[in-house]
């Protein structure tokens, strides 16, 4: 993989074929030129979502991505703006900025539609903006569609990932009590949070009857694996379950699947403000050079993540 980028022109990470993170290349091309109403990003951070390397993989997806070859790579980014269309108004240069261009993401520069763009408020980096769009969203969506209050106990599975991270927070945000299930290791970081944490694994039901002998009033299923017969199970109802991972379940029972699709750019903001202002905390398992991309998605591949793997294109973005 070609490593080095050159003065006169723009990395960005592309595949050809379907396959695994090897079929994930470097290619370089001219700076893209922003047409009149467009903006040019010279981007900093873009984070790595699981929804990447499914349609790298070719593998089919229930959500239809119109996927042709070759391909860019990536949805979530954050940088700064070079220049401007000349019919753009409400942005300038040097701004700093965040959002999502599908296929486009994991790139020096992108151009892209302003209104999709979101201002980094004062105090976020930029690698914790670059991972934000795609779990801010879906957080603050599945939230929303249970209309979490502080009479709820929540069950938030995969409390240590990036959705379920931010996903409990809000929860606890707006008084809940939540109990989220992750791995051992990542106990004490849930812990941090003000997460009550239950272990995966066999016995997951009957921990969490320990942990709420009176039951839970909402469910929020972040990784599938079957919460939501679990949720059934414990005599949660199927009004207030949300997953975003399940596609069958949702098939097969009256639970909700909103996701990020149902939050716009102003619930992006005020995720981002919360962030800014300390009132959330988004954990960066890792951060990766553009030139190792292959070596990112591997380590989301192979699962456990502790909150988000991002991917800079300068050594130290801020």
């Known amino acids: 993989m070609t490593t080095q980028a050159r003065a006169d022109s723009s990395r960005r990470v592309v595949f050809r074929r379907f396959g695994g993170p090897e079929v994930l290349e470097l290619e370089h091309r001219p700076v893209p030129v922003p047409a009149s109403d467009e903006v040019l990003v010279r981007v900093a951070a873009a984070g790595v979502n699981p929804v990447d390397w499914k349609l790298f993989s070719g593998q089919p997806m229930h959500d239809p991505y119109e ?6 790579n990536g949805y979530d980014f954050a940088g700064t703006i070079v220049s401007t269309g000349a019919d753009v108004e409400r942005w300038r240069p040097g701004e700093r900025v965040f959002g999502g261009l599908r296929f486009h993401a994991q790139a020096d520069h992108l151009v892209i539609d302003p209104a999709l763009l979101v201002r980094v408020p004062d105090g976020l980096s930029l690698v914790v903006a670059g991972a934000l769009n795609v779990v801010g969203r879906t957080a603050f969506a599945s939230v929303q569609s249970q209309r979490i209050t502080a009479g709820d106990t929540v069950l938030v599975s995969g409390a240590a990932g990036g959705v379920g991270t931010l996903t409990a927070q809000l929860c606890i945000h707006r008084g809940a ?3 989220g299930t992750a791995s051992p290791g990542n106990h004490d970081l849930l812990r941090s949070f003000g997460i009550e944490p239950v272990a995966y694994g066999p016995g997951l039901p009957d921990a969490l009857r320990a942990a709420a002998p009176n039951g839970f009033t909402a469910v929020l299923d972040t990784v ?3 919460t939501v017969a679990i949720a059934l199970a414990l005599g949660v109802s199927p009004h207030r379950i949300n997953t975003v991972a399940d596609y069958e379940a949702r098939q097969r029972h009256p639970v909700a699947g909103v996701g990020g699709a149902a939050a716009g750019s102003a619930e992006l903001a005020v995720v981002a403000r919360m962030l800014a202002d300390g ?5 960066i398992d890792s951060v990766h050079p553009l030139e190792r991309v292959r070596e990112a998605y591997a380590r989301s591949i192979a699962g456990h993540a502790t909150g988000k793997i991002v991917i800079v294109t300068e050594e130290q973005p801020s």
């Open 224 to 226: 599938g694996h079957g």
């Open 67 to 72: 996927r042709s070859l070759p391909s860019g």
């Open 279 to 283: 009132d959330l905390g988004l954990p």
């Open 177 to 179: 009590r939540v109990i």
